[in-house]
């Protein structure tokens, strides 16, 4: 396969789906004679404003399945096994779909992608409570599967409009940051009352229709965004990286698959930290709210309450981090701070059964959690040489995470279930990938002080704008150029190893559904 390894042309972008143009000299001049001129800071505020409203809305549904494991498992009469079956479904339709949606969105646009992808969500989620009404369980497999193609479509789309307005250190950051942090408090509000909505109304499926009307507000916040994008298309251009001057874009003139192919190993590093740390968040916060009932002796209610601060308590820092990251830098050292946060809450929580162990275990939690996600994906948006590839490298990560998921969580759900609902041997598992997140994060901080390729992750604002570029360039040169067929080599191994890895989710979720799919063909 063949590997175009020239810059990338000059693209004319803007909030919305927009056109491309070459680098003539006459095109250039018609730019500048048309009067259009990049979009101020107070309309990107408010494209970020509208697009944190869908996400509000979007965590709030997606937080409260796990705050219900003890309510839904007797209502529908299920084990932890098939608890975590529903869990993964969306798990496993984002590891057949994913990156097939991050290459369309890099290819027609996140506006586009994120209009689609609510509209399949609302259905879903309607189909979902539908099926909580009726208490058939196979019945919610299939809603979930349908949400899943929803989410699927708008989780890659969002960030790969951010990347395309903010280049890294001006902006990048501080946007997920603030993003990240209202999808928090959409989360925590979603979770912390599910169960009061399910006793109060004495049927647990109101909680799920509760998302379905938040899901309309989601749906009407994305009408917004597609209008307000409509203006910004006709009346903003794009903008240049101030470091590189490589023209951000929101979509291609074709599909970038060579470009997929020349990802750099640094990025592949970041992947490596997230495996850990992202699949260790997303399983443990799946089963906070039992785990809380168990240890602390407490009805749903309040185990509600408890989980829900270990998930979101620390949603105040994650602006503060974004500006962090974007004037600072040092986005390697927050990294392994994340990691080893997560170590200590596990060691807590193996260790310190106690109420007061568990306490403070839930409370590092939640300022670790509150340190990866943002300094994760900046750190694969920095490393990263092409950004009209950002969606299909997101949807990388993506995709390894859920297919992490569902390995976990099918394990942990068998070990509960062998393990008479115990949750003894699951947090040994947590402990592991909480001890991989540290680890690699480790090998990732005092790689930024040995070589150039990772220490683009510590540089300051400063840096990268002043001397940031030539530095790039050379580091490109020598990973494109001068050592390309390396660079091949090492990316194939790594896509290889996650092809792996999805293939055995699947078979994990294959073997799953097992003992759900047998006993129906026997009767």
Known sequence: MAFDTSEPKSVDVVLAPVREDTDTPSEESHDDSDGKKPPPLAAKLCAVALISCISFGSHWSSGVTGAMKTTIKKQMHIDNVQFSLLEASENFMATVLLLISGVITDRVGGAEMIVYGNIVYTIGSILVAAAATVRSFDFMIGGRV???????????????????????SSGFAS???????????????????????????????????????????????????????????????????????EQLTEKNKKFEFQKVFELPWMFWAVMAFSVFQTSA????????????????????????????????????????????????????????????????????????????????AFGIYAIAMSLGPTSVIDSIRTTLWHQ????????????????????????????????????????????????????VGAAILIGSFVTDNLAVLQWTRHKRLTSGAAIIER?????????????????????????????????????????????????
Request: glycine fraction near 10%; proline fraction near 2%.
């Open 175 to 245: 946007t997920l940051g603030f993003e990240l942090a209202i999808g928090k408090i959409g989360g925590f509000v979603g979770k912390s009352t599910a169960n009061i909505i399910a006793k109060k109304t004495g049927n647990f499926a109101w909680v799920f229709w509760t998302s379905v009307f938040m899901n309309l507000f989601t749906n009407v916040a994305t009408a917004g965004f597609w209008f307000f994008n409509q203006y910004c298309n006709r009346h903003y251009k794009g903008r240049r990286d101030g470091a590189t001057k």
């Open 281 to 360: 968040a997303s399983v443990f916060s799946q089963n906070a709210t039992e785990l809380a009932e168990k240890r602390f002796n407490v009805d749903s209610i309040q185990a509600g309450w408890y989980s829900s601060l270990s998930q979101y308590a620390g949603f105040f820092l994650v602006p503060c981090l974004g500006v962090f990251i974007d004037v600072l830098g040092n986005r390697a050292s927050v990294l392994f701070t994340c990691g080893a946060g997560m170590l200590l809450s596990m060691v807590l929580i193996n260790f310190a059964t106690s109420k007061a162990g568990t306490g403070a």
């Open 475 to 523: 580091i490109r040169e020598r990973s494109l150029v001068t050592q390309h067929r390396r660079t091949r080599n090492i990316s194939l191994i790594c896509f290889g190893a996650l092809i792996l890895l999805t293939l055995g989710s699947w078979v994990a979720y294959i073997w799953g559904q097992l003992p759900v799919i047998i006993p129906s063909w026997v009767s």
């Open 388 to 439: 009209s590839v950002f969606g299909s490298a997101y949807s990388l990560k993506v995709t390894m995470n859920n297919a992490m998921s569902i390995i976990i969580r099918i394990i942990t759900g068998a070990l509960q279930d062998a393990d008479d609902n115990s949750y003894r041997r699951v947090v040994q598992v947590y402990l592991v990938l909480a001890a991989g997140a540290l680890g």
């Open 146 to 168: 349908i949400l899943a193609l929803g989410d699927i479509a708008t989780q890659i789309a969002q960030y790969k409009m951010f990347s395309s307005w903010f280049p890294p």
